[in-house]
């Protein structure tokens, strides 16, 4: 079984900046993605960057520009920087990976951590 542990969440004012971590019991080397969704009171679950190993990497429309995701294999970890955040980030954040498998890929979800963007 994997876990993934985020950490780096808080409370933030428009226009600061946060470093969500997200670290996994395992090695990251294989997976084939990984990344970070987040969800806000009453809206569904959405991806706010992920990379995979064919299709590169994917940034939600609203944070492209902002947001930057990067890794450390040799921690297991991964990283969401988040800057210029903006009121509408308000959610918490998942980390998410996914690994191969002969049947289907093997996804799993950390906990979740909370960021909030208020003056």
């Known amino acids: 079984q994997v876990h993934l542990v985020e950490s780096g969440g808080g409370l933030v004012q428009p226009g600061g900046s946060l470093r969500l971590a997200c670290a996994a019991s395992?090695?990251?080397?294989?997976?084939?993605?990984m990344g970070w969704y987040r969800q806000a009171p009453g809206r569904q679950r959405e991806l706010v960057a992920v990379?995979?190993?064919?299709?590169?990497?994917n940034y939600a429309d609203s944070v492209k520009g902002r947001f930057t995701i990067s890794n450390d294999n040799a921690k297991n970890t991964v990283y969401l920087q988040m800057n210029n955040l903006k009121p509408e980030d308000t959610a918490v954040y998942y980390c998410?990976?996914?690994?191969?498998?002969?049947?289907?890929?093997?996804?799993?979800w950390g906990q979740g951590t909370q960021v909030t963007v208020s003056s």
């Open positions: 998410y990976a996914e690994w191969p498998a002969p049947d289907r890929p093997l996804a799993y």
């Open positions: 990379f995979s190993s064919v299709g590169g990497t």
């Open positions: 395992t090695n990251i080397f294989s997976v084939s993605a």
